[in-house]
C-alpha cells in the first residue's frame, strides 16, 4: 500500500502517538511502520512547507515588532500620556486585557473553530498586552537598569504555559522567538553588555542556542501534551543554528565592526566549512527520514554559503562582466538541474498511475 508524503507524516505521528499511549506494542507498531511505502510526491511547489517558513519569520517579526516597540522610548511615553496612570496602574490594566483577550480566544476557538486565523489573531493580541504589562511591571519595580531580562524569561514561561494549555502552535512560535530574544539579552547582562560573553559573539552564541532547541525538540516529542510542538521547535533550532553559522562565516568570532574590518575573510573560512557541514547534514539527515522541509532548508543554506563566498572572494578579484556572467550560468545550471528532477519525478507519477 502506498501513501502521499502528507499522509505518511501523520501516519506515522499515529503510530508513535498509539506506541506512546501502549495502546500497541512496539512490535507491532514497527511492522505498521513497513506495511506501507511512500509514493513520490507529485507536488511541484510545497505550500505547506512556505506557509510553515513564512508563519516562523512572521512570529519572530512581531516579537521583534514588540521589543523595539516597548525599547522606544518616545512611544512609551505616549502612551503614558495618554493612559495618564501609574506604572502598576498600567500593569493591571494591561494584565486585565491580556486577560480578557485570551479569553475571547479561548471562546471563539471553541464556537467558530474553522475562523482559525481571527482566532489565532486574538491570541497574538493578548501576547501583545502580556509583553505591555511586564514591562511596566519592571518599570514600576525600578528595573529597567537593573536585571530586567528576567521579565523577557517570564513572558516566556507564560506564553509555553498557554501554548500547552491551549495546545497552540502560534503561542509556542511567540515562546521559542521571546526565549531567543530572553537568551540574548540574559548572556549580554551577564557579560555587563560587552560584545562577548564566555568570550562569543553573538552569531556564535545563537550557534549553541540553535543546537539547545534542537536537543530540546528530542524531549518535547516524548511527551503526548507536547508532541505537537516538536515541529516548529525542531525547525527553529535548524533555521536559527545555521543563520548563526551564516553570520558567523561572514563576521566570525568579531565583536565590533572595526575589529571586522581590519581582517581578511580569508580568516572566516572556518565558518563556511561549519556552514557547508552543518547544511549538508540537515540535507543527509532530512533524507534518511523523509523529512522534505529539513532538505529544503539545507539546500537553502548551502546555495547561501556558496555564493556568499563568492560574492567575498570574487568581488573585488573579477570584471564586472565576468563576474556576473559566472553568478547567472551558476544560476542557469541549477535552474536546468531542477527542472530535469521536476521532469523525472513526473515521469516516475505517470509510470506509477499507468
Request: include cysteine; aromatic fraction near 16%.
Given at each position: 500500500?502506498q501513501?502521499?508524503e502528507?499522509?505518511h507524516?501523520t501516519?506515522?505521528?499515529?503510530?508513535?502517538?498509539w506506541?506512546?499511549?501502549?495502546?500497541?506494542?512496539t512490535?507491532t507498531?514497527?511492522t505498521?511502520?513497513?506495511?506501507?511505502q511512500?509514493?513520490p510526491s507529485?507536488k511541484r511547489f510545497?505550500?505547506?512547507?512556505?506557509?510553515?517558513?513564512?508563519?516562523?519569520?512572521s512570529i519572530?517579526?512581531?516579537?521583534?515588532?514588540?521589543?523595539?516597540f516597548?525599547?522606544?522610548?518616545?512611544?512609551?511615553?505616549?502612551?503614558?500620556s495618554?493612559l495618564?496612570?501609574?506604572?502598576?496602574?498600567k500593569f493591571?490594566?494591561?494584565t486585565?486585557?491580556?486577560?480578557l483577550?485570551?479569553?475571547g480566544?479561548?471562546y471563539r476557538?471553541?464556537?467558530?473553530?474553522?475562523?482559525?486565523?481571527?482566532?489565532?489573531?486574538?491570541?497574538?493580541?493578548?501576547a501583545?498586552?502580556?509583553?505591555?504589562?511586564l514591562?511596566?511591571?519592571?518599570?514600576f519595580?525600578?528595573?529597567?537598569n537593573?536585571?530586567?531580562?528576567?521579565?523577557v524569561?517570564?513572558?516566556t514561561?507564560?506564553?509555553g504555559?498557554?501554548?500547552?494549555?491551549?495546545?497552540s502552535?502560534?503561542?509556542?512560535?511567540?515562546?521559542?522567538?521571546?526565549l531567543?530574544?530572553w537568551?540574548?539579552?540574559e548572556?549580554?547582562y551577564?557579560?555587563h553588555?560587552e560584545?562577548?560573553?564566555?568570550?562569543?559573539?553573538f552569531p556564535?552564541r545563537?550557534?549553541?542556542?540553535?543546537?539547545?532547541?534542537?536537543?530540546g525538540?528530542?524531549?518535547i516529542?516524548?511527551?503526548p501534551?507536547?508532541?505537537?510542538?516538536?515541529?516548529?521547535?525542531?525547525y527553529?533550532?535548524?533555521i536559527?543554528?545555521?543563520?548563526?553559522l551564516?553570520?558567523l562565516?561572514?563576521?566570525?568570532?568579531h565583536?565590533?565592526l572595526?575589529?571586522?574590518?581590519?581582517v581578511?575573510?580569508l580568516?572566516?573560512?572556518y565558518g563556511?566549512?561549519l556552514?557547508a557541514?552543518?547544511?549538508?547534514?540537515?540535507?543527509?539527515?532530512?533524507l534518511?527520514?523523509q523529512?522534505?522541509l529539513t532538505?529544503?532548508?539545507?539546500?537553502?543554506?548551502?546555495?547561501?554559503?556558496i555564493y556568499?563566498?563568492?560574492?567575498e572572494y570574487?568581488?573585488?578579484?573579477l570584471?564586472?562582466?565576468?563576474?556576473?556572467?559566472?553568478?547567472?550560468?551558476?544560476?542557469?545550471?541549477?535552474?536546468k538541474?531542477?527542472?530535469?528532477?521536476?521532469n523525472?519525478?513526473?515521469?516516475n507519477n505517470?509510470?506509477?498511475v499507468?
Amino acid at each position: 500500500m502506498q501513501f502521499t508524503e502528507e499522509q505518511h507524516q501523520t501516519l506515522k505521528k499515529a503510530i508513535q502517538h498509539w506506541e506512546a499511549q501502549q495502546l500497541i506494542s512496539t512490535a507491532t507498531a514497527e511492522t505498521l511502520r513497513k506495511s506501507y511505502q511512500v509514493a513520490p510526491s507529485r507536488k511541484r511547489f510545497d505550500w505547506k512547507n512556505l506557509s510553515f517558513i513564512a508563519f516562523f519569520f512572521s512570529i519572530a517579526c512581531i516579537v521583534l515588532a514588540t521589543v523595539l516597540f516597548l525599547l522606544d522610548d518616545w512611544l512609551m511615553n505616549f502612551i503614558s500620556s495618554v493612559l495618564g496612570a501609574s506604572d502598576f496602574t498600567k500593569f493591571l490594566l494591561f494584565t486585565v486585557l491580556a486577560t480578557l483577550t485570551f479569553a475571547g480566544g479561548v471562546y471563539r476557538r471553541k464556537h467558530h473553530p474553522l475562523q482559525r486565523y481571527s482566532n489565532e489573531a486574538l491570541l497574538i493580541f493578548g501576547a501583545i498586552f502580556i509583553a505591555f504589562a511586564l514591562t511596566y511591571l519592571s518599570e514600576f519595580l525600578l528595573m529597567e537598569n537593573g536585571h530586567f531580562p528576567i521579565f523577557v524569561g517570564v513572558a516566556t514561561l507564560i506564553y509555553g504555559g498557554l501554548a500547552i494549555y491551549l495546545r497552540s502552535q502560534l503561542m509556542w512560535g511567540l515562546a521559542v522567538s521571546a526565549l531567543a530574544v530572553w537568551y540574548g539579552t540574559e548572556t549580554s547582562y551577564r557579560a555587563h553588555w560587552e560584545p562577548y560573553f564566555w568570550g562569543m559573539n553573538f552569531p556564535l552564541r545563537y550557534v549553541i542556542f540553535g543546537g539547545l532547541l534542537l536537543l530540546g525538540s528530542l524531549l518535547i516529542n516524548k511527551s503526548p501534551r507536547t508532541q505537537v510542538f516538536h515541529s516548529i521547535t525542531y525547525y527553529s533550532g535548524i533555521i536559527i543554528g545555521l543563520s548563526s553559522l551564516w553570520l558567523l562565516s561572514i563576521f566570525g568570532n568579531h565583536g565590533s565592526l572595526s575589529t571586522w574590518n581590519e581582517v581578511s575573510q580569508l580568516h572566516f573560512l572556518y565558518g563556511a566549512f561549519l556552514l557547508a557541514l552543518g547544511a549538508v547534514g540537515a540535507i543527509l539527515w532530512g533524507l534518511k527520514h523523509q523529512e522534505r522541509l529539513t532538505v529544503e532548508i539545507g539546500i537553502v543554506f548551502l546555495l547561501m554559503d556558496i555564493y556568499t563566498r563568492y560574492f567575498e572572494y570574487g568581488w573585488e578579484n573579477l570584471h564586472r562582466v565576468v563576474f556576473f556572467a559566472i553568478l547567472a550560468t551558476s544560476f542557469w545550471l541549477i535552474g536546468k538541474k531542477a527542472e530535469n528532477l521536476w521532469n523525472k519525478i513526473d515521469r516516475n507519477n505517470q509510470s506509477n498511475v499507468i
